[in-house]
């Protein structure tokens, strides 16, 4: 089974609108983390968010926010008021495991969303 | 800003020859990664370092090899280039305790084999 899994492989959205891209993983460990990449036509992969598995409250940065749904195993990304400049792929990812342990930042990724903003 | 490295950004060699790609960075991170990526498709890791003299296979086989002799140098070799190695190999590196532990990633270096 794949442990991320996203289901938009392209979205089109109006500048200025917001947009939710969808994440749903699968794990049996309790203790894990969650987060969002960025990479633009250029390759390189930017990190916008991330999302501990005891988290209480969903993480905000900026304009991007995680809409957590544990029981649910998601953990969407609302990007607000969309930007030109947010066109681009975007992946989910995994950390299963807790962060403080030897080896264990390794990462599973999503097969990603390509984002296009229309002006 | 990440202070990661990858070089070279793009290169297109003939099958059969020896290729190293360079990674540094300069922020004393013990772990680092490699990652290949298909266009449009997601990341596989192909090998991961907890620190100096520590390397290992990632989840996704590769026929490449990588070396940790210093803590910010991680280059991968491939002995023998073929088409099917042509993707983007894209590196990063992490280190506990540095806010959420996420990796950060250098730009990446798209390789054709031809």
């Known amino acids: 089974a794949q442990k991320i899994t996203q289901t938009q492989p392209g979205m089109f959205v109006q500048e200025k609108e917001a947009v939710t891209l969808d994440c749903t993983y699968d794990t049996s460990d309790p203790s894990y983390g969650l987060f969002w990449y960025k990479q633009p036509s250029s390759g390189e992969m930017i990190f916008l968010i991330y999302?501990?598995?005891?988290?209480?409250q969903n993480a905000t940065e900026g304009r991007y926010s995680l809409n957590f749904q544990k029981a649910r195993k998601s953990a969407n990304l609302v990007i607000s008021a969309s930007q030109l400049g947010d066109s681009a792929m975007y992946f989910c990812?995994?950390?299963?495991?807790?962060?403080?342990?030897?080896?264990?930042?390794?990462?599973?990724f999503g097969t990603g969303t390509r984002l296009t903003i229309i002006p | 800003e990440a202070d990661i490295y990858q070089t070279p950004r793009y290169l297109v060699i003939g099958t059969g020859k020896k290729i190293t790609l360079e990674c540094s960075q300069t922020m004393g991170h013990d772990k680092m990664y490699w990652y290949q990526q298909d266009p449009g498709m997601e990341l596989h890791l192909i090998h991961y370092s907890y620190g100096v003299n520590s390397t290992e296979k990632g989840d996704l086989s590769s026929e490449s090899t990588v070396s940790r002799i210093r803590t910010e140098h991680f280059p991968l070799t491939l002995e023998s280039a073929r088409p099917s190695h042509t993707s983007q190999y894209l590196c990063a590196s992490s280190s506990r305790g540095v806010s959420y532990n996420e990796q950060f990633f250098g730009p990446g270096t798209r390789l054709t084999v031809l």
């Open positions: 999302q501990g598995s005891y988290d209480q």
């Open positions: 990812a995994m950390r299963e495991g807790p962060s403080t342990n030897f080896g264990n930042e390794k990462l599973t």
